[in-house]
């Protein structure tokens, strides 16, 4: 304990004297002596700084990471280039020591990020209001349901087989204690079934869930699917990749109601998988449903621009019976990352690597195809994604391509009954002509 905290042996006396006890095991008294550790813990010796960065590095030096391996997979990850003055920026003391600005008064330069964040999503996704952010895109998903549950006051949520399934398992978890109906609807050649979408879709349901790009990586066809949901009187709720919006149509022209998705490729890396942050934005009619918080512009008494937090709908800020959610506090570090990478990229920037991502993904598809041993699966358009079928063992397969330092596709037969074998690549703009020739070249060797 001394090693660590800088309490002498007369300080650690006269603070046990001052609350009245003899030494330091007074304090757990309450606890039986029969589940008490009675031997010390079994820790490794002290180190020195100097050793201990050693062993450290010795330790990371383990991890195959994209600095030293060329990357192919994706399935809702992906591996972006992250432009050095992100960590420069978001580094600074004032963000990342700042939790939640609770008073405005100090809290104005966090206020004015989450506010430029939430302006800048509504502009990629062609939305009227977005949150300050969210957990990620699959708890995302599951709260734009229940929002939309709450704003029809139906229980019945129409799901495409083809959203990632992640995002369907979080749904599913929550709806256990909502009393929710989740229904998937099937895929035909890799994009939604717009045929089975209309026999399942009733009265009583209150949202569908479609993901474009989707799992498989395809950009589903949304022309049909936003009159079909309205005309029954449910919401359409879109979970898309935001680096797509800078070539594609926003989800706001297709009619969306509530747009949401996982903002890791705004300029977060890959981290082992978290923390990352998921978008939100909806309409106005819509607004005061959404849960999470949302930061808007005023002026002060002097009549200079300011910023407040304008929504709170967490249970923590009103009654309970009026809360739309309690699982909303938004990802402030990973949406600043977002900002300030979306910021650096501006319109032009983005749409470069969007179609970089394009350009890259179906060359690499072609050559793959090409060398005879790996063969199409679906005939759709894709983005930075798409689905092969290997002519062997894709589990082999990436395990021998990690010796070769490449990391390989995701296997969609973990995923999917029937799609054993089936080896779902993502091309990054990261990616070079050498790396991808290389990963064919090996690919179809080993």
């Known amino acids: 304990m001394t090693r660590y905290i800088p309490n002498t042996d007369a300080d650690?006396?006269?603070?046990?004297?001052?609350?009245?006890?003899?030494?330091?095991?007074d304090l757990f008294s309450h606890i039986p002596e029969s589940v008490r550790l009675n031997r010390e813990l079994k820790l490794p010796k002290p180190m020195s700084e100097m050793e201990l960065l050693s062993h450290m590095g010795n330790l990371a030096g383990k991890n195959k990471d994209t600095n030293e391996y060329s990357c192919f997979l994706g399935a809702g990850a992906y591996d972006h280039y992250i432009p050095s003055v992100i960590k420069h920026l978001a580094s600074r003391q004032e963000f990342y020591t700042a939790y939640t600005p609770y008073q405005p008064e100090i809290s104005q330069g966090t206020l004015q990020a989450i506010f430029e964040y939430q302006t800048m999503i509504c502009e990629l996704t062609g939305m009227q209001v977005a949150n300050a952010s969210m957990y990620d895109g699959a708890t995302a998903v599951a709260e734009a349901a229940f929002m939309a549950c709450s704003s029809t006051k139906k229980n019945e949520i129409l799901v495409a087989a083809t959203i990632h399934p992640e995002s369907f398992e979080v749904l599913s978890t929550y709806s256990r204690f909502k009393g929710h109906d989740i229904k998937k609807f099937g895929h035909k050649g890799g994009k939604i079934d717009l045929a089975e979408l209309e026999d399942n879709i009733t009265k009583d349901t209150a949202a569908v869930i479609i993901q474009t790009p989707n799992f498989f990586g395809i950009?589903?066809?949304l022309k049909g699917v936003s009159e079909l949901v309205h005309k029954n009187k449910a919401l359409l709720i879109i979970s898309c990749d935001p680096i797509s919006l800078a070539l594609f149509k926003s989800p706001g022209d297709f009619?969306?109601?509530?747009?949401?998705?996982?903002?890791q490729c705004l300029g977060n890396p890959l981290s082992f998988g978290g923390p990352y942050l998921g978008f939100f934005a909806t309409t106005k009619e819509l607004m005061r449903k959404m849960p999470g918080r949302v930061v808007g512009e005023t002026v002060d008494k002097n009549g200079k621009r300011g910023f407040v937090l304008t929504l709170q709908t967490r249970e923590q800020h009103i009654r309970r019976e009026k809360a739309t959610s309690n699982i909303c506090s938004n990802q402030a570090l990973n949406a600043l990352n977002a900002t300030i990478y979306l910021s650096t990229m501006g319109k032009e920037g983005l749409r470069k690597v969007a179609l970089l991502c394009t350009q890259k993904a179906h060359y690499t598809y072609e050559q793959l195809i090409k060398s005879g041993v790996f063969s199409p699966v679906f005939d759709a358009p894709f983005f930075k994604e798409f689905s092969v079928k290997y002519n062997g063992d894709v589990k082999e397969l990436n395990?021998?391509?990690?010796?070769?330092?490449?990391?390989?596709?995701?296997?969609l037969g973990l995923s999917f009954k029937g799609m054993e074998n089936t080896w779902l690549v993502a091309v990054t703009e990261k990616r070079t002509r050498d790396e991808i020739d290389n990963l064919v070249r090996k690919a179809v060797s080993l």
């Open 219 to 221: 950009i589903e066809d």
């Open 12 to 25: 650690q006396s006269e603070m046990l004297c001052e609350i009245g006890l003899d030494k330091i095991d």
């Open 255 to 263: 009619g969306a109601d509530i747009v949401v998705g996982d903002g």
């Open 399 to 411: 395990k021998k391509l990690l010796t070769e330092k490449i990391i390989g596709g995701y296997d």
